[in-house]
């Protein structure tokens, strides 16, 4: 049976955001998905769904990219230009799904879904953003929602407004020029950054040489094994 992902998730004290803030960053969180769609072509089913006025969910069919697109999605938010630190929790479940509607992903149903809501139902009374629940069997779930994740949320609260845009140009793809370049990057003073402050960031943040090589092992961890040859 085919495996899926879901990502759950809410922003974080949104109730304390002016209602023109909070639709703003609904639209950064809608374009940041169709945004890591086109990064990774036919990975999402369908766009992302808002619901409750500050959830959002969305479905991914290639699951070895969760935990890539769970980073995207919280370093995209962390750099919206607001610069008020906006964050969001997130539950992702990995599982078969019955139902997909496609035009209305909150709608579909199946065992990813259940598993994604209530990973994020956990962090209600927990410090914790990020957390994984799969179906039974995918040991290497237990293993990255114990260990790997607490660790890598650890880091990703505590990202400045610069070092979560060099962390989404790098996702990009952009170069560290790029990236400097960007609308995203510019200083409250109205001046654009240097190529080197973004490298820095990324080195401030352990990025190529901690954070990038965790997510393409948890990639090939998540990865569903190839079929046995008859």
């Known amino acids: 049976m085919k495996t899926y992902a879901v990502l759950t998730g809410d922003l974080v004290q949104s109730s304390r955001l002016e209602a023109g803030l909070l639709d703003e960053l609904i ?21 992302l769904d808002v619901f409750r006025g500050d959830s959002w969910q969305l479905c991914l069919q290639e699951p070895a990219l969760a935990l890539k697109a769970a980073v995207y999605m919280r ?7 607001s610069r ?35 990973a994020l139902d956990s962090l209600a009374d927990e410090d914790l953003r990020l957390r994984l629940a799969a179906v039974q069997g995918m040991t290497q779930a237990d293993w990255l929602d114990g260990i790997v994740l607490p660790l890598l949320d650890l880091q990703i609260t505590s990202w400045t407004h610069p070092e979560s845009v060099a ?3 790098a996702l990009r793809g ?28 990324l080195k401030r943040v352990c990025w190529h040489s901690h954070l990038l090589p965790v997510l393409e092992r948890a990639r090939s961890f998540i990865a569903p094994a190839p079929p046995v040859p008859a």
């Open 27 to 47: 639209d950064w969180l809608k374009t940041l998905c169709r945004d890591f769609g086109e990064l990774h072509p036919d990975a999402l089913v369908g766009e």
């Open 167 to 169: 962390v989404y140009g």
């Open 75 to 81: 370093a995209g938010l962390k750099a919206h230009p």
């Open 84 to 118: 008020q630190n906006a964050d969001t929790r997130i539950g992702l479940g990995l599982g078969p799904v019955d139902t997909l509607q496609t035009d209305r992903i909150s709608e579909s149903g199946g065992e990813a879904f259940v598993l994604s809501g209530a």
């Open 174 to 201: 952009w170069t560290q020029e790029e990236t400097a370049r960007h609308a995203l990057a510019v200083k409250p003073d109205g001046k654009s950054p240097t190529r080197q402050s973004i490298a820095d960031a």
